[in-house]
């Protein structure tokens, strides 16, 4: 089965979705919600992209980006994932006395088959990214992302999950991570 082709290239809008190595919940942990957006709005200035729309669950994360010049879509992911991945590799083995810590540890384990950089992997190698193209679709997606947190049954409504663009749009509220507007 061939692989769908991606088209990068300036003055286009990504839909893009990554997932934990093994689908580990790391994202249950309030440290690693914070130290991920934190990192998705550092990278943001420095790579010189907008965000349009998010959503972070406990073991993936879905984006709608605008790249500008400097980054496309797939360095914009490589940076979010290396950084993240070297803060929560580095806080659980700090606190591997602790049996979630340990857990989570024992889950990011790479086999002894995998010749790797390190023993652990905290995201999956490869990420799913969509051309959006049109207004129908945005919409899709970011009624997609903003009601991922119910339909998994972690919020009852989307304005309680604080995880995505919803507070913004809606409530505005930009408190967690603050979005940017089409240009």
């Known amino acids: 089965m061939s692989r769908p082709r991606h088209y990068y290239g300036l003055n286009h809008l990504y839909y893009l979705t990554a997932s934990t190595y093994r689908r580990a919940r790391l994202f249950d942990s309030e440290r690693f ?7 998705l709005h550092q990278l943001r200035a420095r790579l010189d992209f907008k965000i349009l729309g998010y959503v972070l ?3 993936h994360f879905h984006l709608l980006i605008w790249p ?5 879509s797939s360095r914009i992911i490589q940076s979010l994932k290396e950084r993240t991945a070297i803060f929560i590799v580095q806080n659980l083995r700090q606190n591997r006395q602790f049996p979630w810590c340990r857990r989570m540890l024992e889950r990011l384990t790479l086999p002894p088959t995998v010749h790797h950089d ?3 992997r905290v995201w999956q190698r490869r ?8 207004e129908k679709k945005r919409r899709e997606k970011l009624n997609y ?6 339909k998994r049954g972690l919020v009852t409504t989307p304005d309680l999950w604080p995880w ?3 507070r913004f749009y809606y409530l505005e509220d930009s408190s967690v991570l603050a979005m940017d507007r089409l240009p």
């Open 57 to 59: 669950m406990p073991e």
């Open 33 to 39: 919600r914070r130290h991920f957006v934190q990192t």
């Open 145 to 150: 992302m903003h009601g991922n947190p119910v």
């Open 118 to 120: 390190g023993p652990y």
């Open 68 to 72: 500008g010049e400097r980054a496309d």
């Open 164 to 166: 995505s663009s919803f």
């Open 127 to 134: 990420f799913y990214d969509l051309n959006v193209w049109s």
